[in-house]
């Protein structure tokens, strides 16, 4: 099948490669030359395992190419997605300009039958409005021309995005037109080999489905943070705490780990679309409002413990002359994403408690650049940032601090102080071993997650 997918980001990418890869034409557009100029010479833009070698893989075998030609694109293509950016705006909505601005160039350029799909995160109502710009600009040029829109949002988790793509627990489609449905079943009927796990419903649904989705996610993240910060003030162990309700089949035990709060591109801008769109629709969505809420406060509970274990009461900056080491700074592990990502607010209350900090990420580091400068300082080595240092505090959860050289830690350490934001170690070996450890609502051989 012709394809051709509007954005080289994140999503845009991993559908190209992907639908590449089970055998399809895809042709990527995007407007920013330098992006479409390193993609042509195979320097990808994200990093993202597995993605590099697919789409180097699937251009060497001309399946997949990038342009800056939208005319191009849609005139050789028989579905349209778009795989734009909807950064949230200054009252929380979806900016839906980008997904617009395709849909107006769409409408200019087509030349037959099209299929446009909304790839996009986008609000409830989105379908009907690409549908009223494209036939504006068909009206404009004076043609009549058949085209459908639905609504197929993506369920990607960054660092498994291609398995998730390859190997989806579902796809879902929002359709109001049986032909069109049925053509988009056949292009990720590929996909479907081991169980057919196709939903089709109408577009509404479809759309409504993603922000759902990922509001109940983040709604069990700030659930089990605030379960956590109450199993420390009343000496419960927050891990026996999962064990026990996510052995129940109508809970499970996904997301239900505690941590610095959730971040990356989707769940902040989702869930602040998802109140904004009740709001219009005068729904007060109480609930998702508190698990914004818990999640921007439990962003500052690393740094919270961090100042009350090494600071002054004293001080003005009850961190000066304290040197904290942090591992991990993008907002999940296997991605260089640190769009929202807890790391940013920890660093900054730090920074501003007078504090030197040092970093290390397998992945970010670059991307940290961008953001602090040359404000706190960075290695390549995660044992490097130690020496000399009052505090190890653990943010993110690579595999790289799982099972780290624990007597070479604690060599390094000036204290023997480990603040564990994933709470990746056992408090009685930490006990034993002579570090000063405090996770996230554990309690332990008389250790608790809550600094005494």
């Known amino acids: ?200 419903m109408d577009i509404r649904s479809a759309e409504m489905t993603k922000y759902a989705a990922n509001a109940m996610l983040a709604t069990r993240i700030s659930f089990m943070n605030q379960i956590a910060g109450l199993c420390e003030r009343m000496g419960a162990d927050v891990k026996a705490v999962r064990e026990g309700i996510g052995s129940d089949s109508r809970i499970g035990y996904d997301f239900l780990f505690p941590g610095p709060g959730y971040g990356g591109s989707c769940f902040p801008k989702d869930v602040k679309a998802l109140i904004r769109t009740a709001e219009e629709s005068n729904y007060d969505f109480l609930l998702l409002k508190a698990v914004e809420e818990v999640n921007e406060l439990q962003k500052e509970v690393l740094a919270d413990k961090l100042i009350k274990l090494l600071g002054s009461p004293d001080e003005e900056q009850p961190l000066t002359g304290r040197v904290v080491a942090c591992w991990g700074l993008s907002f999940k592990p296997r991605t260089d994403d640190m769009r929202e990502a807890p790391a940013i607010t920890i660093i900054e209350r730090l920074l501003a408690a007078g504090a030197t900090v040092r970093a290390h990420d397998p992945e970010a580091i670059n991307e940290a650049r961008k953001i602090f400068g040359g404000r706190i300082e960075y290695s390549s080595n995660q044992y490097d940032i130690l020496d000399g240092a009052d505090a190890l505090t653990v943010i993110t959860d690579w595999n790289e601090y799982r099972n780290p050289d624990f007597d070479r830690i604690k060599t390094a350490l000036k204290t023997p102080n480990i603040v564990d934001g994933r709470n990746l170690y056992k408090p009685d070996r930490m006990a034993s071993a002579g570090f000063s450890y405090v996770p996230l609502g554990r309690c332990s051989g008389g250790i608790c997650g809550e600094v005494n």
Do not use: W
């Not at 954005?7 to 089970?22: I, Q």
């Not at 990038?66 to 950016?85: H, P, R």
């Open 1 to 200: 099948m012709k394809i051709c997918i509007f954005g080289a980001g994140y999503v845009g990418l991993v559908a190209a490669a992907c639908f590449a890869e089970s055998g399809n034409s895809v042709i990527t557009v995007d407007i920013d030359h330098a992006r479409i100029d390193n993609l042509k010479q195979g320097i990808i833009p994200i990093y993202e395992p597995g993605l590099k070698e697919m789409i180097l893989r699937n251009q060497a075998e001309g399946r997949l190419t990038f342009t800056l030609d939208v005319e191009e694109a849609v005139k050789a293509s028989l579905v349209c997605f778009i795989a734009v950016g909807t950064p949230p705006g200054e009252d929380g909505s979806a900016d839906l300009k980008h997904v617009l601005g395709v849909a107006k160039d769409i409408g200019r350029a087509m030349n037959g039958f099209k299929i446009i799909v909304d790839k996009s995160t986008v609000p409830v109502g989105t379908a009907d409005k690409v549908r009223a710009t494209v036939q504006e600009e068909l009206a404009a040029r004076g043609v009549h021309l058949e085209f459908d829109v639905v609504s197929n949002p993506e369920f990607l988790k960054e660092g498994a995005a291609i398995d998730d793509f390859m190997k989806p627990d579902r796809v879902v489609i929002g359709c109001d037109n049986v032909r069109t449905a049925e053509i988009m079943k056949e292009l990720y009927d590929p996909f479907m080999r081991k169980q057919n796990r196709m939903i089709v």
